[in-house]
T-cell receptor, first 114, second 113 residues
Framework: AQSVTQLDSQVPVFEEAPVELRCNYS??????LFWYVQYPNQGLQLLLK??????LVKGINGFEAEFNKSQTSFHLRKPSVHISDTAEYFC????????????FGTGTLLAVQP | EPEVTQTPSHQVTQMGQEVILRCVPI?????FYWYRQILGQKVEFLVS????????KSEIFDDQFSVERPDGSNFTLKIRSTKLEDSAMYFC???????????FGQGTRLTVV
């Protein structure tokens, strides 16, 4: 079955520290991978995407992610976080097909502390 | 920058009533979606719409739900006979097709009382 797993429901981190948010997926077909951010009481904003090409993708706000096909992972990283990065982060995967629907992970709350 | 717009931002309705959530997708997009996020939970796919018909729907999208593209710009989600458990944030999204990113609206928070 196709699925997306975010093992960490919450990641506390101090300001200016590095962070990695983990995302794994299960699929036997090619995938398209996305990270979305949701600030409190707001909608979903695309951080970055992997569609093809280089496995290291850079997004907005200094975030980057690396697609690892053998590990079926797409972990999100930032070398130095800010208080303003506090938000819910969702990994999402499109497993191809005609509709391009997204399957979302359960989300990781990044809590940046001063 | 083009964006997906949703109205209203908040909707409170009595249990058993019908609601219509409205969305204006990005103008050159061809694929339209509705997703739902119950408070504190993950975002769930409801339905996709292409070429004036439903292309895929989830188990959640039963006979209580329907979608329509009444004109060239709007995309609506109708929920009949609302239940308490329909309370959620509903997101509309659109894309140009498979292998492209989906753009999401800001959502409609539906509260059924």
């Amino acid at each position: 079955a196709q699925s997306v797993t975010q093992l960490d429901s919450q990641v506390p981190v101090f300001e200016e520290a590095p962070v990695e948010l983990r995302c794994n997926y299960s699929s036997s077909v090619s995938v398209y991978l996305f990270w979305y951010v949701q600030y409190p009481n707001q909608g979903l904003q695309l951080l970055l995407k992997y569609l093809s090409g280089s496995t290291l993708v850079k997004g907005i706000n200094g975030f980057e992610a690396e697609f690892n096909k053998s590990q079926t992972s797409f972990h999100l990283r930032k070398p130095s976080v800010h208080i303003s990065d506090t938000a819910e982060y969702f990994c999402a995967v499109s497993f191809g097909g005609a509709t391009n629907k997204l399957i979302f992970g359960t989300g990781t709350l990044l809590a940046v502390q001063p | 920058e083009p964006e997906v717009t949703q109205t209203p931002s908040h909707q409170v309705t009595q249990m058993g009533q019908e609601v219509i959530l409205r969305c204006v997708p990005i103008s050159n997009h061809l694929y339209f979606y509705w997703y739902r996020q119950i408070l504190g939970q993950k975002v769930e796919f409801l339905v996709s719409f292409y070429n004036n018909e439903i292309s895929e729907k989830s188990e959640i999208f039963d006979d209580q739900f329907s979608v329509e593209r009444p004109d060239g710009s709007n995309f609506t989600l109708k929920i009949r006979s609302t239940k308490l458990e329909d309370s959620a944030m509903y997101f509309c999204a659109s894309s140009t097709g498979p292998g492209t990113e989906a753009f999401f609206g800001q959502g409609t928070r539906l509260t059924v009382v």
